[in-house]
């Protein structure tokens, strides 16, 4: 592709050689003169000048390149984004039943839905057009997945569950198993039954491993736009927000509430009933206790998780006491010396 197609394709401006063919996209480092790489940060910045890439996305107030080829944007990362998906189509899969593939009594199948090898898919269910359900997935009863949604290979879908349309579920996720309910009776816990729902938007992206459970009453939901890493963990009854970001291994206890544009770290862990505000951002690893509300916009760290410019305090004070300590040890010998010395 030429860079000057790729421009007006990005709705975007060039300098340089517009006629200059592009082969593929790569990093600064690894980039060749048929490449296409992009600056997003002050690093990428400073390796730009030495990089053999043929042309460069750049931020709108890059300064004027001498003999390179750059196409400007306001964001650069966004823009490259689009671009590897030019280079890199997604294989289309031939719509079709795969003949090992077992459907249920009463199940809807839209146009141009393709359906791997040794699916099975419940009774009553619907699966919107243009979906794609890899190989040996599990769709259970009632369960409805919107048009142009994609399952990848070994999902697993509980009964009574919606998906939004064009949602993305990788390999091994499991939606709508029972939430972690039991009672303690006569000291044995007794499960309590689960017997809600699953409801997840448009557009939400699942990672691999991660486990979405029901409601013991009513729904656990998951908005529009979110998008939740590898090996996260959802309970039952949590209220996930719209365009919130989870990355991996974080995991929410029951009746957890996020609301829209949260950020939420790796391994973090989140109490029951806990309520994270609109646009807060939770550092990697903290720990959110029982019940806690994380207000709106702020940012926490730590376990309990405390706001930032707390939690960095409280890590300073740490780095002294070792010092502390050896001042204390210093002053009680002086006292010591102090207390021989009297008459």
Known sequence: MRVRELAEWLGATFEGDGERDLTGVAPLDAAAQSDLSFVGSRKAAALAESSPAGCLIVPMEWPSPSGRTVIRTEQPRTAFARSV???????????????????GAGVSIGALVSIAPLVTVGDGSRIGEG??????????????????????ANVSIYDN???????????????????????????????????????????????????????????TSIGEGTK???????????????????????????????????IIGGQVGIGDKARIESGAVLGS???????????????????????????????????????????????????????????
């Open 85 to 103: 998906s030019r280079f890199n189509p997604t294989v289309e899969l031939e719509p079709g039943l795969h003949p090992t593939a077992v459907i």
């Open 131 to 152: 979906c794609r359900i890899g190989p040996g997935c599990a769709i259970g009863k009632r369960v409805v997945i919107g048009e142009g949604s994609v399952l990848h």
């Open 161 to 219: 569950v919606d998906i939004g349309r064009g949602a993305i579920l990788h390999s091994g996720c499991v939606i709508g198993a029972d939430g972690f309910g039991f009672v303690l009776e006569n000291g044995r816990w007794e499960k309590f039954p689960q017997v809600g729902r699953v409801e997840i938007g448009d557009f939400v992206e699942i990672g691999a491993g991660s486990c979405v459970d029901r409601a013991a009453l009513g729904v």
């Open 228 to 262: 939740l890493d590898n090996m996260v963990h959802v309970a039952h009854n949590c209220r996930i927000g719209r365009h919130v970001v989870v990355a991996a291994q974080t995991g929410f206890s029951g009746g957890v509430v996020v609301e829209d544009h949260a």
């Open 285 to 343: 690893g903290c720990g959110v206790l029982t019940s806690k509300i994380v207000r709106a916009g702020e940012t926490v760290w730590g376990t309990p998780a405390r706001p930032l410019k707390a939690h960095l305090e409280q890590l300073a004070s740490l780095a002294r006491l070792p010092e502390m300590r050896r001042e204390v040890s210093d002053l009680k010998r002086r006292l010591a010396e102090l207390e021989r010395a009297k008459p």
